[in-house]
């Protein structure tokens, strides 16, 4: 039975959805925290391996993502036991968005390296800085949504830095990007849980 909702009803459902996908966000500053510290370390390792004239093994570093990986899908699963299975459209798109960017990000890392070559880091950029503007739009955060943005404009300026500095513009990503928004999340969890 098809029932017509007022203007106002269909407003409150959609802003309850942003809310819900907001909160959830909040609840995973700590995955963006620790993505974006092991983001930057691995980056940073990449640039010191590159300075010191060992070009040959810097992609080596970013083989330790797998540990956050690790670390996200046992979080994700002890998280989602016991806990009530709700239905959200915006939730459920991002979640989506967030699985395809990372195995987009994972086949182009290891998979593209030979073929994007130096191009590798500002193309990664680009489309971690697309995840971080839908989801900022999503949820309505002028935080992530700001984060991508400047994801965005450090991928196109990548494309004109020198090889060796590219992994510094990552790690300033990662914490820019990742880690400041994400502590920003776990802060906010944490003052509406006191």
């Given at each position: ?8 009803e269909s407003l ?15 609840e995973?500053g ?9 983001i930057?370390l691995?980056a940073?390792?990449?640039?010191y ?9 810097s992609g080596?570093p970013y ?5 956050p990986?690790?670390?996200t899908?046992?979080?994700?699963s ?7 299975k709700?239905?959200?459209?915006i ?5 989506f968005?967030?699985?395809?960017l ?10 593209f ?5 130096y191009?590798?880091?500002p ?9 971080l503007?839908?989801s900022g739009?999503a949820?309505r ?7 991508g ?6 991928a196109?300026?990548g ?9 510094l ?17 776990y802060?906010?969890?944490?003052q509406?849980?006191?």
């Amino acid at each position: 039975m098809d029932k017509n909702i007022s203007p106002q009803e269909s407003l409150s459902i959609i802003t309850g959805m942003i809310q819900e996908a907001r909160q959830r966000y909040e609840e995973n500053g700590l995955v963006f925290m620790v993505w974006g510290g092991s983001i930057a370390l691995v980056a940073l390792a990449q640039f010191y391996l590159m300075w010191d004239k060992l070009e040959s093994i810097s992609g080596f570093p970013y083989m330790a993502l797998v540990l956050p990986g690790i670390f996200t899908g046992i979080y994700y699963s002890r998280k989602g036991k016991g806990a009530p299975k709700r239905s959200n459209p915006i939730s459920r798109i991002m979640k989506f968005v967030w699985l395809a960017l990372a195995l987009n990000l994972f086949i182009l890392g290891f998979g593209f390296f030979f073929k994007l070559g130096y191009n590798l880091i500002p193309v990664i950029m680009i489309l971690q800085g697309l995840g971080l503007i839908l989801s900022g739009s999503a949820i309505r955060n002028r935080i992530f949504l700001g984060a991508g943005v400047l994801t965005q404009i450090l991928a196109y300026v990548g494309f004109f830095t020198a090889p060796l500095y590219q992994p510094l513009l990552l790690a300033g990503m990662g914490i820019f990007a990742l880690f400041i928004p994400g502590y920003a999340l776990y802060r906010a969890k944490k003052q509406k849980n006191v």
